[in-house]
């Protein structure tokens, strides 16, 4: 896929759109992509068949079940950076050392951290059905979770606000660092 933000802004780091479950990661992903002109990629995608099984029996993932994953993201930003592209991933990056895995594959790295209260995203996953994700893992995403440092690449969002808002709010922090 042609990078069309490559030849506009040649910096335009990768992107990793993160947050619990059901806060729109895939939603705002693939928004956010087409609104700056890049490949999108659903993390999810790259699950390995166990891991889904898991998830899918109401199991959470635990660390040494989500390294070959996020290895695997990895090597796709890795190579969306040795090609000089940009791309917009899903994942949901709980953990900072997590982000810190996903960075070793590209020191540019930035997150757009999707941010919002329980019983707000256990509302949306209650309209939703997942292929292997289900809502009864919410708990233990948000226990998970470590938000944003400050010295971390990145910026947060509320999900209050509309998908499209969410991405150009994105899109203008992004643009002006």
């Known amino acids: 896929m042609t990078n ?16 619990v479950q ?8 693939r928004l956010l992509a087409e609104r700056i002109g890049v490949e999108f990629l659903d993390g999810d995608d790259l699950h390995p ?3 889904k099984a898991k998830m ?3 199991e959470s993932l635990t660390d040494e079940d ?11 930003l ?4 040795e090609d000089g592209r940009t791309i917009v991933v899903a994942c949901s990056a709980l953990k900072r050392w997590y982000r810190e895995l996903l960075r070793a594959s590209d020191d540019g790295l930035a997150f757009l951290c999707l ?8 509302e949306r996953l209650s309209h939703r059905n997942h292929e292997f994700m289900p809502a009864t893992l919410l708990a233990s995403q948000f226990a998970t979770l470590e938000p944003l440092a400050a010295w971390e690449a ?3 969002v509320p999900v209050t606000l509309a998908p499209a808002e969410i991405v150009e709010r994105a899109a203008a922090e992004f643009a002006a660092r």
């Open 56 to 58: 899918a029996g109401g």
């Open 78 to 81: 890795t190579s969306a950076r």
């Open 115 to 122: 941010d919002g209260d329980a019983a707000l995203v256990a």
């Open 49 to 51: 068949a166990a891991n």
């Open 4 to 19: 069309t933000a490559e030849s506009a802004n040649p910096v335009t780091p990768s992107i990793v759109v993160m947050g």
């Open 22 to 29: 059901g806060s729109g990661k895939s939603t705002v992903g």
């Open 66 to 76: 989500r390294v070959p994953w996020l290895k695997a993201i990895g090597e796709r």
């Open 154 to 156: 990145g910026v947060t």
